[in-house]
């Protein structure tokens, strides 16, 4: 597409119209400015000026550079975005409309699963209407697929890039170069009353990082004064391909004037794969004793910067993580002009996603279970910023024969592999050896395997009419159905070396044959370390796996399905009129929301030391009235002053209102008089509320210009915190008699609704090209956004809160020269410090501190439309760096800048592309 506009030039006394037409990023930013012009609510935009040509690679990236938005890397990708200070389970994200299924275990989309190159733009509703079909208190984020029909010509385009990133091969076995690839089509057909588009992408995106990792801040008494200390660090390497292929389909329909069908399909097959090493190292709650007098002390902080310990035993890591997906959505939409004035509309759609992670742990060392093998003496020094510790050492990590196979420390092993509980090891090796000898040894590995299911079918039946009802001049109507139901089951092993050797007290020499080389963890001053290919050995038999569930409750309480039905009806209607000779128009709706709500799981408990558990099925259900309203009044033909006021609710975390539990019968009653109680989820758990109000002041000055003045404020209800409830376990068994008990009540831990606050931010947005000062100055431009937000929130007990995902001050900016087919931007976006979500240990989702970060990124790139050379007319090229500064994603343990939990960097990306259209 191409945008026109025309501008005068002066010969003699005759004016002659001279046609100017606009493309590549500026095209991309004029499109967004008129969508959030004429939008009905208060929305930000992305256009892409052809299909696979969003300015940014991810979809997230692009998102975030907008008024109000940010987003959290997630393996050094833009992932999970936050809207106006609110995490993204507080938003909703769709797809031509229709609410997403989602990869994570909750409802927040991960926006990497969506490949950027395939959509046409992205829409943002930070106001709601009636007639949209999500909820969030945060907004919606809408992601569009072209209309080939609107396009009105055939366009046949290959787009493709290579990829590169800053860092060599962390990993002998790892990527540091990739590609990505997008071929597409768009034709029309039958006198264009058929259009078609379709598009195939695929990508293999390397990543690398260095992290360093701790596992917390103990207290340690220093001549006779408790400070904090290094308890444990796992810091590694990782090397990660993100493999991605998808195709997306439009077909429409259009016969006449009254009837128009639109299907539309995605389908994306996802993996990301990833190749971890590094040494695990315990510190203060190692076996290794602190010698006092190395110890060093900041005394502004209380934290020992530095210290020394002797007869350590380490872990040397060498892991492996398969993250894969396979999303298949497909929608139906079709439209009738009834009459002139009332138009209907069905809609159908399906959407689902499987996602299997296949995570596992292979541990080396010296020897075999703790107080065996050679230990060493090492030393920890922090050089008093974020980058976490170097450490010192007096072993060679890369000596095949100092680091065998095997696990070198006696922490986790199930007791089912002891012997207890009748459960004795299967192993009878020949030469006699007794069983024990295996069932005593420690763990030699772990893996981790969840599964996560998530499918979503909506229909809905709506009617559009045009009236003069007044100041009404159009009414729109109607009902959806919702059905959803997600399902995460929680698996781990423990994982053993089939070996026996009494020489070597049951370690393994890595056989040659799976020997890579080795990884250098001199980033934290380890050196280089063994790296073996533990897959490849664990797919050859080399281990044996143990159950966890058998012994330990965790799994099953993170085992469930959640079904929700989601019934609405809504009706909206539009307006126009005067107020004080100035043009107002608006809308103003209601929606209906009644959801039923199902919880299966299993509730469980230990009994003769082996998990024992009854399946559980509970259901819930709750309405909720949703007014908005939406105004716009032109002041004149380029100001507008708009104003929002709606009610809005966000669902329940899916893991938070789950019906997996660990069921206790205690001898003594609680502080609530209870005899039962129950720890895990919350299946009554109802949605949290806001009413939110927005005022913004918008200045359209050009084409390509507009800047914006915007205030919000929401009022949250009904949050959820930590907290009691009470359940009916009328004709439960104890579970370790068998016998049904006179009690009858339980008291639940988990998360409650209950306290709330209020939000508040302002935004301020440019977009200014500096032809309004120069015509010298044509193509160069800036877009810039300041957004403050703040809240005051309280938990029941009266507590302060933070809300996920807020930072208090979020800024973006993106300089940029558009015209005569070159073009070069670079882009900063800015955001403070914030609490995100994070995959923890079992693949729980942990809430950490996360540090503010700043992410520069640059792109030039020429287009050959302008060159004047035969045969290259669409060609374009482009040259794009990623993370130019190396901004690492660092998180503390604490308010202590010194305790750093995650330090990670990523280096940089660099992508070499090219389109050409014909």
């Known amino acids: 597409m191409t945008a026109s506009f025309g501008v005068y030039a002066q010969e003699g006394q005759e004016a002659a119209l001279e046609e100017v037409t606009v493309t590549g990023f500026r095209k991309s930013v004029m499109d967004s400015i008129s969508t959030k012009r004429d939008a009905k609510a208060v929305v ?26 940010a987003a959290q890397r997630l393996d050094g990708r833009s992932s999970r975005v936050s809207i106006r200070g609110f995490g993204e389970n507080e938003s909703a994200t769709t797809f031509n409309g229709r609410e997403q299924v ?85 034709d029309q057909f039958a006198d264009d009353t058929i259009g078609v588009a379709l598009a195939f992408n695929t990508m293999s995106s390397p990543n690398q990082e260095e992290r360093w990792n701790a596992w917390g801040y103990p207290e ?49 097959d996802f993996a990301d794969e990833k190749i971890l090493r590094g040494i695990e190292i315990p510190f203060a709650w190692g076996q290794g004793s602190i010698s006092p007098d190395t110890a060093i002390v900041d005394p502004a902080t209380g934290f020992i910067t530095s210290a020394t310990t002797e007869g350590q035993r380490v872990v040397v890591r060498n892991d492996m993580e398969t993250r894969s997906a396979k999303l298949k959505s497909f929608g139906f939409n079709t439209k009738y002009d009834f009459s002139d004035a009332l138009q209907l509309e069905f809609d159908a759609s399906h959407s689902a996603v499987k996602r299997d992670i296949w995570s596992f742990e292979s541990y ?33 990590y890369s000596d095949w024969n100092l680091i065998q196979m ?101 370690m393994l020499v890595v056989p040659e044959q799976y020997r890579l080389g080795s990884a250098s963890l001199d980033f934290i001053g380890m050196g280089d370390m063994i790296a073996y290919d533990a897959e490849a050995m664990m797919k050859d038999g080399y281990y044996s796996l143990t159950d966890e569930a058998l012994t330990g409750i965790q799994h099953l309480t993170k085992s469930w399905s959640v ?31 009644y959801t039923e709500q199902q919880s299966k799981g299993y509730a469980g408990n230990i009994v003769n030391g082996l998990v024992v558990a009854d399946p559980t099925d509970i259901s819930h259900d709750y309405n909720h009235f949703l007014p908005s309203l939406n105004l716009a009044l032109a002041i004149d033909d380029q100001q507008t002053l708009r104003f929002g006021a709606a009610k809005t609710l966000s669902r329940a975390r899916l893991d938070e209102m789950n019906a997996s539990v660990e069921v206790t019968l205690n001898p003594t009653q609680d502080d609530n008089g209870n005899f039962w109680s129950i720890k895990g989820g919350n299946p009554n758990l109802e949605p949290k509320e806001a009413v939110g109000l927005d005022l913004s002041y918008e200045n359209y000055f050009s084409d390509e210009g507009y800047f914006s003045v915007a205030l919000f404020w929401k009022d949250l209800d009904a949050w959820h915190f930590d907290g009691n409830y009470e359940v009916d376990l009328t004709g439960v068994a104890d579970p370790n008699t068998g016998i049904v008990p006179n009690t009858s009540t339980a008291t639940g831990s988990g998360k409650v609704n209950g306290g709330g606050g209020t939000l508040q931010g302002y935004e301020l947005s440019v977009s200014l090209p500096f032809n309004v000062f120069s015509e010298n100055l044509d193509g160069f431009g800036l ?67 996360v540090l503010g970060e700043t992410i520069v990124d640059a792109q030039i790139g020429y287009d050959f439309s302008e060159a004047g050379i035969g045969g290259l007319e669409g060609l374009s090229v482009f040259l794009q760096g990623q993370n130019l500064t190396d901004e690492p994603f660092t998180t503390l343990s604490g308010d202590n800048s010194l305790q750093v939990r995650d330090y990670q960097s990523y280096g940089k990306t660099y992508l070499l592309g090219f389109s050409y259209k014909l």
């Not at 992305?46 to 990236?61: C, R, T």
């Not at 950027?116 to 943002?124: D, F, K, L, P, Y």
């Not at 006699?432 to 000898?437: A, K, L």
Request: glycine share 10%; net charge negative.
């Open 44 to 69: 930000e935009s992305i256009s892409a000026e052809d299909i696979g040509k969003l300015p940014d690679s991810s979809i997230a990236e692009s998102l975030a550079r907008l008024p109000g938005l």
């Open 102 to 186: 989602s990869i994570s275990d909750n409802r927040g989309v991960e926006f990497d699963l969506y490949p950027s190159e395939i959509m046409s733009g992205v829409t943002v509703y930070k106001t709601p209407t009636a007639s949209i079909e999500a909820e969030g208190i945060a907004g919606v984020i809408d992601m569009q697929t072209v209309k080939p029909l609107e396009r009105g010509e055939r366009v046949i385009q290959v787009n493709s890039q290579y990829e590169m990133t800053s860092f060599d091969k962390l990993n002998p076995d790892g990527e540091d170069q990739g590609h990505r690839a997008t071929v597409s089509y768009i």
């Open 220 to 268: 340690f008494t220093y001549q006779g004064e408790n400070y904090s200390i290094l308890g444990g660090a796992k810091p590694f390497v990782r090397s990660s391909v993100l493999d991605r292929d998808s195709v997306m389909a439009v077909v429409e329909f259009k016969p006449n004037d009254k009837l128009h069908t639109t299907f539309d399909a995605l389908y994306v």
């Open 364 to 396: 080396s060392g010296t020897g075999r279970g703790n107080d065996e093998g050679v230990a060493d003496n090492l030393t920890y020094t922090f050089d008093g910023g974020n980058t976490g510790a170097k450490f010192g050492h007096e072993l060679d």
């Open 406 to 506: 095997g696990g070198p420390l006696s922490w986790g092993a199930s007791a089912a592999l002891n012997g207890k509980y009748g459960l004795v090891c299967d192993r009878d090796p020949e030469g006699g050896v007794p069983n024990d000898y295996y069932c005593n040894t420690a763990q030699d590995g772990f893996l981790n395997a969840p599964e996560v299911d998530d499918e979503l079918t909506s229909l809905k039946l709506a009617a559009t009419q045009m009236v003069e009802v007044g100041i009404v001049n159009e009414i729109s109507y109607g009902v959806s159905y919702r059905d959803r139901e997600k399902t995460k089951k929680s698996q781990g092993y423990y994982m053993t070396l089939d070996i026996f050797d009494p020489e070597t007290g049951g």
């Open 563 to 593: 079904n929700e039905s989601v019934t609405s009806a809504f009706a909206q209607a539009n307006f126009e009129t005067e107020v004080a000779g100035l043009a107002l128009t608006g809308n103003a709706g209601l929606r209906y929301v």
């Open 783 to 849: 877009l810039a956004s300041h957004t403050g937000v703040s809240s005051d929130i309280k938990d029941p007990n009266g507590n302060d809160y933070q809300l996920p995902g807020l930072s208090e001050n979020i800024e973006t900016m993106t300089l940029y020269y558009d015209n005569h087919g070159f073009s070069a931007r670079t882009s900063v976006r800015k955001r403070d410090d914030f609490k995100g979500e994070v995959y923890g240990l079992g693949f729980n989702t942990d809430q950490v501190d």
